[in-house]
């Protein structure tokens, strides 16, 4: 089963936790990769597909739209503190909407990550009280796993029904 994990990403901390949710779902024994949007040539060469995004941008992929057909699961990333590990954190409502739109099967939130050295005006001004690095990695393959077995649960059903079917007398 080929998964594709896409992502937006502008310091850099989603797109390792897109490689993260890549590699524990090969470990999982899927054959899953990590592409950025511009990267992706076509959603339809995947069986499923993992969308992640930055919550500081508000902003998903030009492919969303083609989701509709597999199944598809969201993460955020960016909260700067420990709250995504402690609790769960809802997606925002543009999120929100954008799984409905595509009848996503779930959605998780991961701690940020923001470097000491961070460029950009936003960035600087929010260094001095929240660089630090607050992704958990087990949380990641927590979840990375649970994606894997819906995957192969749902390919045991049709595999399933699929032999019922062909053993049915008609």
Request: net charge neutral.
């Amino acid at each position: 089963m080929r998964i594709l994990i896409t992502y937006g990403s502008k310091l850099g901390g989603t797109r390792e936790i897109a490689g993260q949710l890549a590699s524990d779902l090969r470990d999982e024994g899927l054959d899953a990769e990590a592409l950025a949007p511009e990267d992706v040539g076509d959603v339809r060469a995947y069986d499923a597909v993992i969308v992640g995004g930055g919550l500081y941008a508000n902003r998903w992929h030009r492919h969303a739209q083609e989701l509709r057909e597999r199944p598809v699961w969201f993460f955020s990333s960016g909260p700067l503190d420990d709250s995504a590990s402690r609790e769960r954190i809802p997606p925002t409502a543009q999120v929100r909407a954008l799984m409905e739109q595509v009848g996503a099967r779930g959605h998780e939130t991961f701690g940020g990550r923001l470097a000491r050295d961070a460029r950009g005006f936003i960035a600087r001004s929010m260094v001095r009280e929240h660089a630090g690095d607050w992704r958990d990695s087990g949380q990641i393959a927590r979840w990375a796993r649970g994606v894997a077995a819906e995957l192969r649960e749902a390919a045991s059903a049709r595999a399933g029904f699929e032999s019922a079917s062909q053993e049915s007398p008609r």
